[in-house]
């Protein structure tokens, strides 16, 4: 069954704390995103990656980290510089050109 | 930047009814334009896109009309359903960004049975 997977679907941060969400495609696409979701904001780009081994800031990257070591595989870390984690964070990816496929999202919230 | 604008934020419809979403995009050189369907605690789907070549592009219920010289396009879904209750999403996006899509605020649609 192929598809994204992200995890976990809830993750609690603890102040000063580095937390990272996982997310893995069997869709054999190049390309990952990740974006943020706010009520009321749309979603926002985090970062991309279109090969292997690269990877881009999108419009609001600061505060996040990202590595891109397997093409499955874009996980997500959202550091302690990231003074308001509080979101809804969705991966998706891309066989090609603009149609996005979307996982199920993590919500992260401050303890 | 904002660049793509929609409304309105929420959006009650009666059960049959039209509902219709509308966005506004800046960028000139945008040139496909997706809408998203999420239900909670999901991720979006894509539900339609058209291309400015065409003014107008209809799949089952779903319709988008596209107005170039406004630059503004909307989502109509006719006779619509509560299992049609979700929030929309339009985007925006130019070939040479690849898939890099810039997202509208949403819609979230309540269609009462």
């Known amino acids: 069954d192929g598809g994204i997977t992200q995890s976990p679907k809830y993750l609690f941060r603890k102040e000063g704390q580095n937390v990272t969400l996982s997310c893995e495609q069997n869709?054999?696409?190049?390309?990952m995103y990740w974006y943020r979701q706010d009520p009321g904001q749309g979603l926002r780009l985090i970062y991309y990656?279109?090969?292997?081994?690269?990877?881009q800031k999108g419009d609001i990257a600061e505060g996040y980290s990202v590595s891109r070591e397997k093409k499955e595989s874009f996980p997500l870390t959202v550091t302690s510089a990231q003074k308001n984690p509080t979101a809804f964070y969705l991966c998706?990816?891309?066989?090609?050109?603009?149609?996005?496929?979307f996982g199920s999202g993590t919500q992260l919230s401050v303890l | 930047q904002q660049q793509v604008k929609q409304s309105p934020q929420s959006l009650i419809v009666q059960k049959g009814g039209i509902s219709i979403i509308n966005c506004a995009y800046e960028?000139?050189?945008?040139?496909?334009f997706p809408w998203y369907q999420q239900f909670p605690g999901k991720g979006p789907a894509l539900l339609i896109a058209?291309?400015?070549?065409?003014s107008e592009k209809k799949e089952g219920r779903f319709t988008i009309s596209f107005n170039k010289s406004a630059k503004q396009f909307s989502l109509h879904i006719m006779d619509s359903q509560p299992g049609d209750s979700a929030t929309y999403f339009c985007?925006?996006?130019?070939?040479?960004?690849?898939?890099?899509?810039?997202f509208g605020e949403g819609t979230q649609l309540t269609v009462n049975p």
């Open positions: 998706a990816s891309t066989p090609g050109w603009a149609k996005l496929f």
């Open positions: 869709l054999n696409h190049d390309a």
């Open positions: 990656s279109q090969i292997v081994n690269d990877f």
């Open positions: 960028n000139t050189a945008f040139d496909y």
């Open positions: 058209i291309r400015p070549d065409v």
């Open positions: 985007a925006a996006s130019k070939e040479t960004s690849g898939s890099r899509l810039t």
